[in-house]
């Protein structure tokens, strides 16, 4: 490459002779940097096929780079604001995946495959837990200078239970989900292709979880604003009315606008949706996402009077609090005056004050000092039961509670067998309660009852969960004739989920 | 209440004292050393303990030899008071100095590791004393939270990523010298906190090194636990601010200064990016977090 030669010449004064020259500049270089760094991020899924042949066993079948971009997708659409998404759950929607693609493996190798996969996106051996490449620039003299560029694509983050959630990265989000050539520290940007991709793919309920992330990241403004505003009224120069908050203002203004943008795409999205749409399930769908948006508008509409209310908030605080008397102050302002210039110096330079403020800062301690006779007497006693299983406890007195349970567990498991009914053949409730008659007196209470509960079957939280099959109750308008019950005479059946196949289709379709 | 220290009262001892001081005294000087060197015991707790530091304020002849006992032990006196009781800190090369390899073995040998665990220090000094004027008031008390340090840090080091974006600065450190990466990338690139197989805090991520840091303050009586929110929320001790405000600071500003960094003091700090950015960050609440 010319850019060598060509690096020093840029920063002088170019005369418009030299406009033509074919070399490209500072500014491809720092594109291709930026490629690099956009390739960089692939790297990891690579080499996860290159390191399958290390595993101990036959790991040959499965294709590793693929399980591992699914995990990604997985945590991308599976984390909420405030945490991130659950292990557990991105492990367990893996599995399907993993186990189509070497099907007569044992299961705990499935497992073993997608715990892997997850865990050398996080990088778990590494003490960063994440990936470094190198790559090389030309800096403002024309030298060549390799730099390390350090990217992680999954993180954990600490939830509000104290427990270890997963989030993808933005580098994750923008290299693997959207596309390559991007800036891959922007957080705008993947909201944005995430949000597109999932708009032209007709895929609803992702845009309904992108459409609540953004209300939550109002909601975040909301709370931004309102801390600012409580700030203001204790003391009015601790927030920065000159710069910050005006930017946080026309950030949030600016937020507001573009999200209508994209609620009226989601609008006009559902409308086709529910338009098109045959099935009852799409159609209540597109109807919940209405809602959602309806709420992120009422949100925004909120906090955009909010907004209006800050500059004469400001105004107000600034007349009360000009005139009360200075307080004393301490030399030293610990952030101000330490740890911001600490974290702009180059690190060979910030041990120095860290270590001063380690030596100074963190207290003192009692050195043991022991004795050798006493170290004999130590060593020769025996080892203290160690009492940490803490006192006994007292055998607590049992009393046999009566089981005043209205059906025993064989009833229910008549009732149970009773209904599991063939997918292709409904029955009449009439027709399951007289049979049930026939086999206990009791059984038609617990038939009934099962089915009303089957009329408004939770097909979600079915679904979620993996199960294969559901029961459902339909009334169709006909009377039940009983002599017990009264009311509808459902339609009682059995539908078949493809929970694995939905779940490979949600996939596929990205 | 505090007992000016300056390098020339070693030479009190040579004055004529106005009454003979007794062994018995000097035992009790070296006792009222022994209680300041229980760093969680307070006078308010204590009788005995309560009644030399009592002695220690009436008594000048007394109160100067329990200062020679601590000098003695290579000890700086802070203050003595009944609210901090004998505030001590350990001079340089005193055998009560915490040094930083016995602190974490890791940090003995990892340059980065030695930073992150002595800025954990300096962050939670700084959360726990935003204001300066936080320092100078005696009845102040700082109240932090693990996972709000580190939030905390985090938001600081964005902000100076964001300042390196808008001048178009590379902030990727050459490979060659890894020395010369800003000192922000080596927090903001460390993971915040990791699942390990037997559920406690990955002690190489920045909530680790923080808790590290939290819990080796409540041993030196600096910090009180007061619950188990946001990952442990902290109150702070009134040797705390002592240690941190006549010691540690200064110390690390006196380094900052070698180096030729002079951050500007023009008397009212408030006015500096910290104050706001604390109101932000506090409670780990970050705004504009990305999808």
């Not at chain 1, 946080?248 to 749409?277: G, K, M, S, V």
């Not at chain 2, 009454?19 to 006078?43: I, M």
């Not at chain 2, 190489?204 to 929110?229: E, R």
Request: a negative charge; charged letters at 25%.
């Amino acid at each position: 490459m010319t850019v060598i030669a060509d690096q020093p010449a840029e920063r002088e004064l170019r005369p418009p002779a030299q406009g033509a020259r074919p070399a490209p500049g500072p500014a491809a270089d720092e594109g291709l940097a930026r490629r690099l760094k956009a390739l960089a991020c692939t790297a990891p899924l690579h080499d996860l096929d290159n390191r399958k042949v290390n595993l101990a066993g036959e790991y040959g079948g499965y294709a590793m780079a693929e399980v591992g971009l699914a995990a990604i997708d997985l945590v991308t659409l599976h984390m909420d604001f405030d945490t991130g998404a659950d292990r557990e759950i991105v492990l367990a929607r893996l599995l399907p995946r993993v186990a189509a693609q070497s099907p007569d493996r044992p299961g705990a190798e499935h497992q073993r495959v997608a715990r892997w996969v997850l865990e050398s996106l996080i990088n778990v051996g590494s003490v960063d837990r994440g990936f470094r490449a190198v790559y090389g620039t030309f800096d403002a003299d024309g030298g060549y200078v390799r730099r390390d560029y350090d990217f992680k694509l999954i993180e954990e983050v600490p939830g509000p239970d104290g427990g270890v959630y997963l989030r993808t990265t933005d580098e994750a989000v923008n290299v693997l989900v959207g596309a390559l050539d991007t800036d891959v520290t922007s957080a705008q940007i993947a909201a944005e292709v995430k949000l597109e991709v999932l708009i032209r793919r007709g895929r609803l309920a992702d845009a309904q979880l992108a459409a609540e992330q953004a209300r939550y990241r109002t909601v975040q403004y909301a709370e931004t604003l309102r801390r600012v505003l409580d700030a203001t009224r204790r003391n009015v120069r601790a927030v920065d009315w000159m710069q910050a908050v005006p930017d946080l203002i026309d950030e949030a203004l600016d937020h507001i606008a573009d999200r209508y943008r994209h609620e009226n795409a989601i609008l006009t999205n559902i409308r086709r949706a529910r338009d098109e749409a045959e099935e009852p399930s799409h159609k209540r769908q597109a109807a919940e996402l209405v809602d959602i948006v309806k709420d992120c508008i009422r949100r925004h509409t909120q906090l955009q009077a909010r907004l209006l209310e800050a500059g004469p908030l400001f105004r107000a605080e600034q007349d009360r609090q000009a005139f009360a008397a200075p307080t004393a102050r301490s030399g030293i302002d610990l952030y101000g005056h330490l740890l911001a210039p600490v974290l702009r110096l180059p690190i060979e330079q910030a041990i120095r004050p860290t270590d001063a403020f380690f030596a100074h800062g963190a207290g003192l301690r009692t050195p043991t000092a022991v004795r050798v006779a006493d170290l004999v007497d130590l060593l020769l006693t025996p080892p203290v039961e160690r009492e940490h299983l803490g006192a006994e406890l007292p055998d607590p007195d049992l009393v046999a509670t009566p089981d005043d349970s209205r059906f025993s567990e064989a009833q229910l498991e008549a009732a149970l067998d009773l209904l599991d009914l063939p997918p292709d053949a409904p029955r009449r409730l009439s027709g399951l309660l007289a049979e049930a008659r026939r086999q206990d007196p009791e059984l038609p209470y617990l038939v009934a009852l099962l089915a009303v509960h089957a009329a408004s079957p939770p097909v979600g939280t079915a679904y979620r969960q993996g199960e294969e099959r559901l029961l459902f109750a339909v009334d169709d308008g006909a009377t039940l004739a009983d002599p017990e019950f009264g009311g509808a005479d459902l339609i009682v059946g059995s539908a078949l989920l493809d929970a694995v196949g939905m779940a490979a289709d949600r996939k596929d379709a990205r | 209440m505090t007992t000016p220290h300056d390098a020339s009262w070693p030479a009190a001892e040579a004055e004529p004292a106005p009454a003979a001081l007794t062994p018995a005294d000097v035992a009790d000087a070296a006792r009222l050393v022994s209680f300041g060197l229980q760093a969680k015991l307070l006078p308010a707790r204590d009788a005995e303990y309560a009644e030399l530091v009592r002695r220690h304020r009436e008594d000048p002849a007394f109160a100067r030899l329990a200062d020679a006992v601590a000098t003695g032990l290579n000890l700086v006196v802070l203050e003595v008071s009944a609210r901090a009781g004998m505030a001590l800190a350990a001079a340089e090369e005193s055998v009560f100095a915490v040094r930083m390899g016995d602190y974490s073995r890791r940090a003995a040998s990892e340059t980065t590791d030695r930073f992150l665990h002595g800025l954990a220090h300096l962050a939670v000094a700084a959360m726990a004393f935003p204001r300066p004027e936080d320092l100078a008031d005696e009845g102040y008390l700082g109240r932090i939270t693990v996972n709000g340090v580190d939030a905390f840090v985090r938001q600081a080091c964005r902000r100076l990523e964001e300042q390196a974006e808008l001048t178009g600065d590379n902030t990727d450190p050459s490979s060659d010298a890894p020395g010369l990466e800003a000192a922000w990338r080596v927090w903001a690139r460390r993971s915040t906190t990791g699942a390990t197989k037997d559920a406690r805090r990955l002690s190489g991520s920045t909530i680790g090194i923080t808790g590290k840091a939290v819990a080796f303050l409540v041993d030196s009586g600096f910090l009180q636990k007061a619950s188990d929110d946001a990952g442990g929320t902290y109150r702070t001790t009134a040797r705390y601010q002592l240690q941190v405000r006549d010691l540690a600071g200064s110390a690390a500003m006196a380094e900052l200064i070698d180096l030729g960094v002079v951050p500007v003091t023009d008397g009212s700090a408030t006015l500096l990016p910290a104050d706001h950015s604390d109101e932000l960050v506090a409670d780990a609440g970050l705004p504009f977090h990305s999808l």
